[in-house]
């Protein structure tokens, strides 16, 4: 039986202006999970809040950690919780 929980991820280093968010969303929605990925300005990090499977989690988790192309990761801080099914789709928030 699959296990599901929740992901909180924020992204440290050069995470905008790189096409970060398109590429959150686009491989959450490969992986079959629900959320949101935003910009915090104030920071200039990405923040991304995610559900699903735990395996499908830890697979974008790994991609968070690596960036698109033009990015620079320094540091991904991650708290796990508990699936709660409050989102229906993967989406860029503003």
């Known amino acids: 039986m699959e ?3 929740a992901l909180h991820a924020v992204i440290h280093g050069m995470v ?3 096409n970060f968010r398109i590429f959150v969303q686009r491989n959450a929605k490969a992986l079959g999970l629900t959320g949101y990925v935003r ?8 923040e991304v809040v995610a559900e699903g499977e735990r ?4 697979q974008l988790l ?6 698109p ?3 620079s ?3 991904v801080e991650v708290e796990w919780s508990e699936y ?3 989102y229906r789709k993967f989406r860029i928030g503003s």
């Open 3 to 5: 296990q599901r929980a």
């Open 16 to 18: 905008q202006a790189v």
């Open 39 to 46: 910009n915090i300005s104030r920071d200039h990090t990405v």
């Open 55 to 58: 395996e499908k989690l830890e």
């Open 62 to 67: 790994g991609q968070l950690e690596e960036g």
């Open 69 to 71: 192309r033009f990015a």
């Open 73 to 75: 990761v320094k540091r």
């Open 84 to 86: 709660s099914g409050t």
